[in-house]
């Protein structure tokens, strides 16, 4: 069971990695999944639209991109995150870079687990889960908010 970490192209230092994997494995659990190997990685706008062109010929921005490599049961995947698009997001939607980031982690997360997004009755499914387990991070968000007293 390995979730990583890592930068592409940026600097960026996620803290609470530990806690972080703790709740995806609580997630991956909740849902009947075990993890096999995931790959989190950091990157900015102009690689993530690079893969999004290379890999899936979009050609627009996006904040995360989710390749599944999962077999049956068992999580195998990348998470692609630009941390601009986090930064700009989380000024659009009012809410702080630290929730808007594990919102989108968590998002990725639950297309591992095969949920999707691609029509409205999906999303609505997807948007409900990701505010669930958004709760499971309320204690990183005490942590963080406590430090920056």
């Given at each position: 069971m390995i979730i990583r970490f890592l930068n592409h192209n940026i600097?960026?230092?996620?803290?609470?990695?530990?806690?972080?994997?703790e709740k995806?494995?609580?997630i991956s659990e909740i849902e009947g999944f075990l993890i096999g190997e995931i790959n989190i990685i950091f990157t900015s706008d102009i690689n993530l639209l690079k893969i999004n062109q290379k890999y899936l010929s979009h050609n627009?921005?996006?904040?995360i991109l989710t390749f599944d490599y999962s077999v049956?049961?068992?999580l195998n995947g990348e998470i692609y995150i630009s941390?601009?698009?986090?930064?700009?997001?989380s000024k659009l939607y009012n809410v702080s870079f630290d929730n808007e980031l594990y919102?989108?982690?968590i998002h990725g997360f639950l297309h591992l687990i095969k949920y999707d997004d691609l029509n409205i009755k999906d999303k609505i499914e997807m948007k409900k889960k990701e505010n669930f387990y958004l709760n499971e991070f309320k204690d990183l968000f005490i942590v963080i908010n406590k430090a920056k007293i």
């Open positions: 600097k960026f230092n996620l803290r609470f990695k530990k806690r972080i994997r995806l494995i609580k627009y921005l996006t904040d049956k049961n068992i941390i601009i698009r986090i930064r700009d997001n919102r989108v982690i």
